[in-house]
C-alpha cells in the first residue's frame, strides 16, 4: 500500500490538475491518480482532426495564476485540441504537478471503510490507495460510448473512436471511411475525414443544428488586452450564467447576457414578421436564432426558428434529397448543447461523401468488410465512433463506488443522480464530485466551473480541520431538496422537451435513467448558495 496523502484526486484533466495545485497551497497532500498516461483528460484523449475548443482560449484557461496568462499565448481565439493540450502540459511543468501524480492507473473501486474512517481505491492492476478525502475528478465527457452494433466484432478494418483517437497519426489517404454520429465530435471531424479519405460515408441517425464556428487566429493587441484587464475580465465570468465574460477587446467592457438568448434587445422572434426574419438571418447569419430569447421556452418560436433554420440548410446544401435528410425535424433548438460547425453542410456537396440516412434505413449489421444497412451495403476500410459518451455520470459508475453500509452508487443514483450541489451524496462521507450532476458542470465554462468546485472543496476540507471535524456529508434534506429544485429550474425549457433526447438527459445511453443532470439555473446563482453554506458553517451538511 501507498503512503497515505490527505486527499487522492481520481483523474487528471484540468480539474485534477487545478487540484493538485490548490490542495498543496492550502497544505494538503495530495496524490493523483490517472487512467491516461498524461495530464489533459478530455484534450488527452480527444485528438481526432478537427477538434477544437467552443469557448475562446482567453476565457477557457485558469484564472487562478496572473503570471501563468501573462506568459502563455494562445495562437488562435478557439483553440484547437494540440494547443489546449500544449498549455496543459505547460501547466503541470509550470507548476511541477506531475509530481503528485501517477499516470497509467485506472482506479476500478473507490469504497469508504467505515471502522477505519478512509477512502480505499484500487486500481486495474490491483494497487491500493487510502487517504481520509477523496475527490472524483472523473470529468463529464470521460466515458466514450461505443453503440452494440450487430457483428461489430466481425469488422476486419480499422475501428476509431472520436474519444479514444490514437496518438500516433492515423494515415486515411485513399481509404474508404465510415464514420456514425454527427454530434459535436462528428460535426467537427466529418469535413477534415473528407479532405484526407478517398471516400467518406456518413451514417446519420438523428440530424444536426449547428452555427458557424468562428475560427480566428490570435491579434497580439487582443492578447495584450486581456492580459491588461483579466482581473476584472475573471470577475465578469464570475457574473455570468455561463461564466463567459463577453468582455469584447478592443471595444471595453461589456457583460455578456446572463440568460442563454438574452442580448441587449429582450425581442422574440414572434415578434418579428417573416420579412424581418429573414432580414436579419441575412444580416447576421443563422446563430442570431439562438439570441431570441422565447426560442427557449415558446414551442411556437422555436418552430419558427427550426424552420428558418431548414431554410439554411436547403441553401448550403446542392443536392435536395441530402438536404432533406439533413435538416433537423423532430426536436428544437436548444434542446442539445450547441454545435459549432466548420464547412459541415458544404462537405456533403463532395461527389467523394455519401450521406445516409439511419432513420430511413437502419444499419442491420457490420460485415468483415462494411456496413449492411436496411437498403445497401457499404464497403469501408475504416469505421470511425463519433457516438459520444456515457456523459456525467458515467465515469462515476465505472469507478464502482461505494459509501457507508457497502451502498453502490449505481443503487442510489438507479433512478437518476441525486447530489447536493454536484458536490456530495449522502452516505458518501468526504467523497466529494468535480463539476458533478446537480451543478453548472457541461452548461459552464468548465474552466471556471472546475476552479469555482476546487476551491471551494480545498477550503471546506481547511474547515472541517480548523473546527476538529472529521467528516461531512449533505442532509438527507438538502439533499431532495437541491434535486426538486434542479428539475425544477428545468422544466418549461427546451433542454427538457418531450421531444428532447440530448446526452444531459442520458437519452444518449439505452437504458440510462431519463433526468436532466446540470443545473439550468445559472453559475451565479449555484456560486452564491455553495458561497452561502461556506460561510455559515456548511448548514446543509452534517459534519462531525
Ligand atoms: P476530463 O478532462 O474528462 O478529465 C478526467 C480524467 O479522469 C480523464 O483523463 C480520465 O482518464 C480520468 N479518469 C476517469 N475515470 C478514471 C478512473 N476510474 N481512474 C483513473 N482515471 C480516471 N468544455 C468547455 O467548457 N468548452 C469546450 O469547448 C469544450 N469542448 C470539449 C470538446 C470535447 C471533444 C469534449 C469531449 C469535451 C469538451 N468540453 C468543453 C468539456 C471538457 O470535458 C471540459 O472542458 C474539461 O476539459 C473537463 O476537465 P475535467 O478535468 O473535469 O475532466
Ligand atoms: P453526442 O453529441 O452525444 O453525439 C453523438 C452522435 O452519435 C449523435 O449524432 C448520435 O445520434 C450518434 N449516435 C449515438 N449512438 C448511435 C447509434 N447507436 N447509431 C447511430 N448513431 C448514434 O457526442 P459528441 O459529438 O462526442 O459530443 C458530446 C459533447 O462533447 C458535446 O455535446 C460537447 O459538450 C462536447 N464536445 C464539444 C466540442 C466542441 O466543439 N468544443 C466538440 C466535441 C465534443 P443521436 O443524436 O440520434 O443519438
Known amino acids: 500500500?501507498?503512503?497515505?496523502?490527505?486527499?487522492?484526486?481520481?483523474?487528471?484533466?484540468?480539474?485534477?490538475?487545478?487540484?493538485?495545485?490548490?490542495?498543496?497551497?492550502?497544505?494538503?497532500?495530495?496524490?493523483?491518480?490517472?487512467?491516461?498516461?498524461?495530464?489533459?483528460?478530455?484534450?488527452?484523449?480527444?485528438?481526432y482532426p478537427g477538434s477544437r475548443c467552443d469557448v475562446p482560449s482567453l476565457e477557457y484557461s485558469y484564472g487562478f495564476s496572473p503570471e501563468l496568462e501573462r506568459e502563455w499565448d494562445w495562437p488562435e481565439v478557439f483553440s484547437s485540441q494540440e494547443d489546449i493540450l500544449a498549455y496543459a502540459n505547460h501547466v503541470a511543468d509550470?507548476?511541477?504537478?506531475?509530481?503528485?501524480?501517477?499516470?497509467?492507473?485506472?482506479?476500478?473501486?473507490?469504497?469508504?471503510?467505515e471502522d477505519e474512517d478512509v477512502w480505499r481505491l484500487t486500481s486495474e492492476a490491483g494497487e491500493v490507495f487510502e487517504a481520509p478525502f477523496c475527490v472524483m475528478a472523473t470529468g463529464c465527457l470521460s466515458v466514450p460510448n461505443t453503440p452494440r452494433l450487430p457483428g461489430a466484432d466481425a469488422f476486419d478494418g480499422l475501428v476509431l473512436h472520436t474519444g479514444l483517437w490514437p496518438h500516433e497519426p492515423v494515415d486515411l489517404t485513399g481509404k474508404r471511411v465510415g464514420i456514425i454520429g454527427t454530434g459535436s465530435s462528428g460535426v467537427q471531424v466529418i469535413p477534415e475525414l473528407a479532405r484526407q479519405a478517398g471516400h467518406l460515408c456518413v451514417f446519420q441517425r438523428t440530424p444536426v443544428y449547428t452555427v458557424p464556428a468562428?475560427?480566428?487566429?490570435?491579434?497580439?493587441d487582443v492578447q495584450q488586452e486581456f492580459r491588461e484587464n483579466y482581473r476584472s475580465i475573471r470577475e465578469m465570468q464570475q457574473r455570468n450564467m455561463g461564466g463567459v465574460s463577453g468582455y469584447r477587446p478592443l471595444r471595453g467592457a461589456r457583460a455578456?447576457?446572463?440568460?442563454?438568448?438574452?442580448?441587449?434587445?429582450?425581442?422574440?422572434?414572434?415578434?418579428?414578421?417573416?420579412?424581418?426574419?429573414?432580414?436579419?438571418?441575412?444580416?447576421?447569419?443563422?446563430e442570431t436564432l439562438l439570441n431570441f430569447p422565447d426560442v427557449y421556452t415558446d414551442p411556437e418560436a422555436n418552430e419558427v426558428a427550426n424552420a428558418l433554420y431548414r431554410d439554411a440548410v436547403r441553401e448550403a446544401v446542392r443536392d435536395p434529397e441530402t438536404a432533406q435528410k439533413l435538416m433537423p425535424k423532430d426536436y428544437g433548438l436548444g434542446c442539445k448543447r450547441q454545435v459549432l460547425d466548420r464547412d459541415f453542410f458544404e462537405t456533403f456537396n463532395r461527389d467523394d461523401v455519401t450521406l445516409v440516412d439511419l432513420r430511413r434505413t437502419p444499419i442491420e449489421t457490420l460485415t468483415s468488410d462494411g456496413v449492411m444497412t436496411s437498403d445497401a451495403h457499404y464497403d469501408l476500410d475504416?469505421?470511425?465512433?463519433?457516438?459520444?459518451?456515457?456523459?456525467?455520470?458515467?465515469?462515476?459508475?465505472r469507478a464502482n463506488v461505494r459509501g457507508r453500509n457497502g451502498q453502490a452508487l449505481a443503487d442510489k443514483w438507479r433512478y437518476g443522480p441525486v447530489a447536493y450541489l454536484g458536490l456530495?451524496?449522502?452516505?458518501?462521507?468526504?467523497?466529494?464530485?468535480?463539476?458533478?450532476?446537480?451543478?453548472?458542470?457541461?452548461?459552464?465554462?468548465?474552466?471556471?466551473?472546475?476552479?469555482?468546485?476546487?476551491n471551494w472543496i480545498g477550503d471546506c476540507i481547511i474547515w472541517l480541520r480548523e473546527t476538529s471535524r472529521t467528516h461531512i456529508e449533505p442532509l438527507a434534506d438538502s439533499e431532495t431538496e437541491w434535486a426538486a429544485h434542479v428539475n425544477e429550474v428545468a422544466e418549461g425549457t427546451m433542454y427538457t422537451a418531450p421531444s428532447c433526447n440530448?446526452?444531459?438527459?442520458?437519452?444518449?445511453?439505452?437504458?440510462?435513467?431519463?433526468?436532466?443532470?446540470?443545473?439550468?439555473?445559472?453559475?451565479?446563482?449555484?456560486?452564491?448558495?455553495?458561497?452561502?453554506?461556506?460561510?455559515?458553517?456548511?448548514?446543509?451538511?452534517?459534519?462531525?
Not at 468562428?214 to 497580439?220: H, L
Open 1 to 47: 500500500m501507498n503512503d497515505r496523502p490527505d486527499v487522492l484526486v481520481v483523474g487528471a484533466g484540468f480539474a485534477g490538475m487545478y487540484a493538485v495545485h490548490r490542495f498543496r497551497e492550502l497544505g494538503l497532500t495530495v496524490r493523483v491518480l490517472e487512467a491516461g498516461g498524461d495530464v489533459g483528460g478530455t484534450w488527452y484523449w480527444n485528438r
Open 502 to 544: 440530448s446526452w444531459y438527459l442520458g437519452a444518449n445511453i439505452p437504458g440510462k435513467a431519463r433526468l436532466f443532470m446540470p443545473y439550468v439555473g445559472g453559475y451565479p446563482r449555484y456560486r452564491e448558495r455553495c458561497e452561502r453554506e461556506t460561510a455559515s458553517g456548511y448548514p446543509g451538511f452534517e459534519t462531525g
Open 382 to 397: 475504416v469505421l470511425v465512433y463519433a457516438t459520444g459518451f456515457d456523459a456525467m455520470t458515467g465515469a462515476l459508475m
Open 256 to 286: 455578456a447576457p446572463s440568460v442563454p438568448g438574452e442580448r441587449a434587445s429582450r425581442t422574440g422572434i414572434l415578434d418579428l414578421d417573416a420579412e424581418q426574419r429573414r432580414a436579419i438571418i441575412a444580416e447576421r447569419g443563422v
Open 424 to 454: 456530495q451524496m449522502r452516505g458518501f462521507p468526504n467523497l466529494f464530485t468535480v463539476t458533478g450532476p446537480g451543478s453548472p458542470s457541461v452548461l459552464c465554462n468548465m474552466l471556471v466551473a472546475i476552479e469555482q468546485h476546487v
Open 214 to 220: 468562428n475560427r480566428k487566429a490570435m491579434r497580439a
Open 94 to 113: 509550470r507548476f511541477d504537478l506531475r509530481r503528485d501524480m501517477q499516470f497509467d492507473t485506472r482506479i476500478v473501486s473507490v469504497n469508504y471503510q
